[in-house]
C-alpha cells in the first residue's frame, strides 16, 4: 500500500515525454477551472454584499403602511417607538414629483421625513457626497462635504442625491421647484369648474383656487448625498416631512408610511413579528429583505447559473486528467502485470493512478487559488487595464447600480465548496482508469495486450 504514492509521484515525474505534456495541460485545466470558480463567484457575492450595504446604509429596515393613506400616524409611530432596539422611526410621505431647475424638468422620486437627531443624523450625514478641498485637493483625507443635512425648522430645504447634482449641475444654494401631480381628480374638477363660471368673479375665484393647488415648492438645495447606490442617488430628493405633506395636500396627521431602523438589520424578521403585534391587522410591515427581494432573487438566480456554468467547465478539465491517466496507464501495462505477478493487490495497483490523478488535481487547485487571490488583489487595475485597452467598462455603476470599483468577497463556503467541487472532479476522472488498471490480468499485460 506504500508504494502506491512513491509510484504515482515516480509516473508524474517532469520528463520528455508527450505524458508530461498532458499532464500540464491537465495541471492548467484544472488551474483555469479553480481560477474562474473563485473569482466569478467572489464578485457575484461582493456585488450582493455591496448592494446589501447600500441599501443597508441608507434605506429603512422596516417600512409599515396600511396600503392606504394612514390618517393619524402618532398613534403606531409612539407604539413602534417604544419597542426595544428600534433606533429610530419616522413617518414619511413619498411619490414622484416634478422637478423644475432652471428649466429642465425630470421626475424624481420626493421623500418627506421627520428631520433626524443624534446618532440617526450623524449616519445621514456620513452620506452626505465629499468634494476635494481648495487649499488639498489631492489630499482624500481633507475632502469636504456637500452641504449638510436639512434641521427640524428647515422647511424649504432639499437633499438630493449626486446622480441628479451631476446630471443637471445643481449646486448648493441652487434653487429647484417641485411640482406635485396630487389630486388629479380635484384639479379635472376645478378645470370643469372654471368652464362652468357664471361671471368674471366665479372664474376669478375658481383660477386662484386653481393656481393654488397647482403651484409648485421652491426649495433651496442644502446637501447633496452618495448613497453608493446609483439608483437612489439618480432619483432621490429628501425634504421635510410637512413640505411633502404640502405638495400632497395631506393634513399633518397624515402619510404615506412609517419607516423604521433597528440596531439589528439581520433580525428584521423578529422586530416584524413585534411590530405585527402591537398594531392592528389593518398595518403592513415589510422588512428590507422583502422590499428588495427581487433584486437579490436576480442576484442569486445569477450567482448559481453562472455556479452551474463553471462546475460544468471543471468536469470538463477534469477529462485531461482522465486522458492522462488513461496514457500513463496504457504505457505502465508491463509493469501493471509484474507488480500484480509479485502480489500486489487490486486495490494497491487501482491506488497509484488513483491518487496520480488527485496528485494533479492538488497541484491545480493550488495554482488555481494563487492565481485566483493575485487576480482578486489586482482586480481593479485589471478592470481599469481592460476598460483602457479594449474600451470596455466592466463593472459600470451605472447598469449595475452600486459604485466603488469591482466588488468581491470570499467566503470560507465557497472556498470549500471549489475545492472539494474540483478534488471530486479530479479524483471521479481518476477513478475510471485507476479500476482498469487494477482489472489487468497479469500475464497479458507482461505480454503486453
Request: charged share 20%.
Amino acid at each position: 500500500m506504500f508504494f502506491s504514492p512513491f509510484l504515482a509521484a515516480r509516473y508524474l515525474k517532469p520528463k520528455r515525454t508527450f505524458v508530461s505534456i498532458i499532464t500540464v495541460i491537465s495541471i492548467l485545466g484544472v488551474a483555469l477551472g479553480v481560477w474562474a470558480m473563485i473569482v466569478v463567484i467572489a464578485v457575484f457575492t461582493g456585488y450582493g454584499e455591496r448592494i446589501k450595504e447600500s441599501i443597508l446604509g441608507f434605506e429603512p429596515h422596516l417600512v409599515v403602511d396600511s396600503g392606504a393613506i394612514i390618517e393619524d400616524w402618532l398613534e403606531p409611530y409612539e407604539k413602534i417607538e417604544a419597542l426595544d432596539g428600534v433606533v429610530s422611526v419616522t413617518p414619511y410621505v413619498m411619490g414622484q414629483v416634478i422637478m423644475d431647475y432652471n428649466g429642465m424638468r425630470s421626475a424624481p422620486r420626493m421623500r418627506g421625513i421627520i428631520p433626524p437627531e443624534g446618532a440617526e443624523l450623524e449616519r445621514m450625514r456620513s452620506k452626505i457626497a465629499k468634494q476635494p478641498d481648495p487649499r488639498d485637493p489631492n489630499n482624500p483625507e481633507k475632502a469636504l462635504p456637500r452641504g449638510d443635512f436639512f434641521g427640524e425648522n428647515d422647511f424649504y430645504s432639499a437633499v438630493i442625491g449626486d446622480g441628479i447634482a451631476e446630471g443637471q449641475n445643481i449646486q448648493i444654494g441652487d434653487k429647484i421647484l417641485l411640482h406635485s401631480p396630487r389630486n388629479v381628480e380635484a384639479i379635472m374638477q376645478m378645470v370643469g369648474r372654471i368652464e362652468q363660471a357664471k361671471n368674471e368673479e366665479e372664474q376669478k375665484e375658481a383660477i386662484e383656487t386653481f393656481r393654488e393647488m397647482t403651484a409648485p415648492q421652491e426649495l433651496t438645495v442644502t446637501g447633496i448625498f452618495d448613497s453608493g447606490s446609483w439608483e437612489l442617488d439618480s432619483s432621490i430628493v429628501f425634504v421635510h416631512l410637512e413640505t411633502a405633506q404640502v405638495l400632497y395636500g395631506f393634513d399633518m396627521e397624515e402619510c404615506h408610511g412609517i419607516a423604521v431602523r433597528t440596531d439589528d438589520a439581520f433580525k428584521a424578521n423578529r422586530y416584524q413579528e413585534a411590530i405585527h403585534k402591537i398594531l392592528p391587522e389593518k398595518f403592513r410591515v415589510l422588512t428590507w429583505g422583502q422590499m428588495n427581494k427581487t433584486v437579490f432573487d436576480a442576484v442569486a438566480a445569477e450567482r448559481q447559473a453562472m455556479y452551474l456554468i463553471l462546475l460544468i467547465i471543471m468536469i470538463v478539465s477534469s477529462f485531461g486528467i482522465m486522458s492522462t491517466t488513461i496514457t500513463v496507464t496504457v504505457q505502465k501495462q508491463t509493469e501493471i502485470g509484474l507488480l500484480k505477478a509479485l502480489g500486489s493487490r487490486e486495490g494497491q495497483v487501482a491506488w497509484v493512478f488513483l491518487l496520480q490523478g488527485m496528485i494533479v488535481g492538488l497541484v491545480g487547485v493550488a495554482v488555481g487559488m494563487a492565481a485566483a487571490e493575485l487576480t482578486l488583489y489586482f482586480r481593479n487595475d485589471i478592470s481599469s487595464w481592460v476598460g483602457r485597452t479594449f474600451g470596455v467598462d466592466i463593472f459600470s455603476a451605472e447598469i449595475y447600480g452600486v459604485e466603488g470599483g469591482l466588488p468581491a468577497v470570499q467566503t470560507f463556503r465557497d472556498l470549500a465548496v471549489t475545492v472539494a467541487s474540483a478534488l471530486t472532479c479530479c479524483t471521479l476522472a481518476a477513478l475510471i482508469p485507476a479500476l482498469i488498471a487494477a482489472s489487468f490480468q497479469p500475464a497479458k499485460a507482461l505480454r503486453g495486450q
